[in-house]
């Protein structure tokens, strides 16, 4: 084993900012003494069992600058979710390998497959050091303030619906975007960031934290169409009845499921169409368009926090920092100090793996269809700089001349 030789892997979803953090393991663990090798797997773990790495030692620095500010996963990722046996082969190759330190950049499963691989290290009194990276636009992983790829893409969420009350405004009726989020719905939440008028939609916030009802939904989208002549809203694709079951399996029936058996909430624009249909079925508004936001709130080239960028950066040198110089494995997690400043903690793997966070109390308004000031405070510092704005023209009214 040679605890200078690297291994760093991208998993799950990627993101607008996960290649930052590859590249600030990549560049950091470079600039430290005696590293032979910094290998990256491609695909994930994948990649690691079927040995299928590259050396990235050789890579040029100012070619991974480039790609640090490339949206999705350079390495490649995956969607597998390792079990016990499937841990016990990536130890494997990482013995054969003589790699020293492991670092995974992903989510939940993520934190977990890190959290297997460590422990088969310490039974097997193999010195691995093991490092969980943080990553995941859901903002779902618990010890964390946020979590890299989420600020990014709440960015893109709230200038879309920005854009998209605008539209409305111009060509009223109701508009349904349906945004990403099985179990927490801080990137539907993001919607609320776009509004700066008192009349600006979104006018309604769907949030899988709290039971979904056909009904009142429909009563909720009268009033508000009643009040404004319009209606803009923000429904997360988890979004649930009170015995848990999805919205989109009581409306739609036969869906497709993933190879975890989860029904498969995203790739489709089911949710937004049958909302839609009911709108239009029961309470005879004509104009109803939905849109399913899908793949495009994860990697859009162009709209990315620079506050996001930044951190992403900045985990995975940390994650570094402590691999050299610490005696434990983790997770890395981001921190809030004052107003709005980033420091970083490394948490003990058991405390993240697994674990699902979701929105808090006192971010969702008691009517369970908006957020509140203090999400809004949470929030708008992760959005980072040149936020784009809107703006009316002042309604200075002609008087009628011709009696009609």
């Not at 890579?59 to 640090?68: D, G, K, Q, R």
């Not at 597998?80 to 003589?98: M, S």
């Not at 060509?171 to 609320?192: D, W």
């Not at 989208?221 to 694709?237: D, L, N, P």
Request: one cysteine or more.
């Amino acid at each position: 084993m040679n605890p200078r030789k690297i291994l760093v892997a991208q998993g799950g979803g990627p993101t607008a900012v996960i290649n930052q953090s590859l590249v600030g393991v990549v560049l950091e663990a470079r600039r430290h003494r005696g590293v032979e090798s910094v290998y990256g797997a491609r695909h994930g773990v994948r990649g690691i069992v079927n040995e299928d790495l590259v050396d990235l030692t050789q890579e040029t620095s100012h070619n991974l600058e480039l790609v640090a500010a490339t949206p999705a996963a350079a390495l490649g990722s995956t969607r597998d979710k390792p079990d016990l046996a499937y841990c016990q082969e990536i130890f494997k190759v990482l013995q054969a390998h003589e790699i020293g330190q492991f670092y995974y950049i992903g989510g939940n499963d993520s934190s977990d497959t890190v959290r297997i691989v460590s422990e088969q290290a310490q039974a097997a009194h193999y010195a691995l050091r093991c490092i969980h990276i943080p990553k995941t636009i859901d903002n779902d992983l618990v010890g964390s303030d946020h979590t890299p790829g989420f600020p990014s893409a709440a960015r893109f969420v709230a200038q879309s619906f920005a854009g998209a009350n605008l539209d409305n405004a111009a060509l009223p009726g109701v508009y349904v975007g349906v945004v990403m989020g099985r179990h927490a719905g801080f990137l539907t939440a993001a919607s609320a960031l776009g509004k700066k008028f008192a009349d600006d939609g979104p006018h309604l916030i769907y949030l899988p934290e709290r039971t979904f009802d056909v009904d009142q939904f429909l009563l909720d989208v009268k009033a508000t169409y009643a009040r404004f002549g319009r209606c803009v809203i923000a429904v997360s694709e988890g979004i649930h009845d009170a015995s848990g079951t999805p919205i989109l399996s009581k409306l739609a029936g036969d869906l497709e499921r993933d190879a975890h058996g989860n029904v498969q909430l995203s790739g489709t624009g089911a949710l937004a169409d049958l909302l839609c249909e009911e709108i239009k079925n029961k309470l005879g508004i004509k104009r109803v368009r939905g849109d399913t936001f899908g793949y495009l709130q994860r990697s859009f080239l162009g709209c990315v926090s620079d506050v996001d960028q930044r951190e992403a950066r900045e985990v995975g040198e940390k994650a570094v920092q402590w691999a050299m110089w610490g005696d434990r494995d983790g997770s890395v997690a981001i921190k809030r100090a004052g107003y709005y400043a980033a420091d970083y903690e490394l948490l003990p793997l058991s405390a993240v793996a697994g674990k699902t966070r979701t929105m808090e109390d006192e971010f969702i308004a008691p009517s369970g269809t908006d957020v509140t000031d203090a999400f809004r405070l949470y929030l708008r510092p992760l959005l980072g700089s040149g936020m784009p704005d809107a703006f009316r023209l002042r309604p200075n009214a002609v008087a009628k001349v011709l009696k009609r």
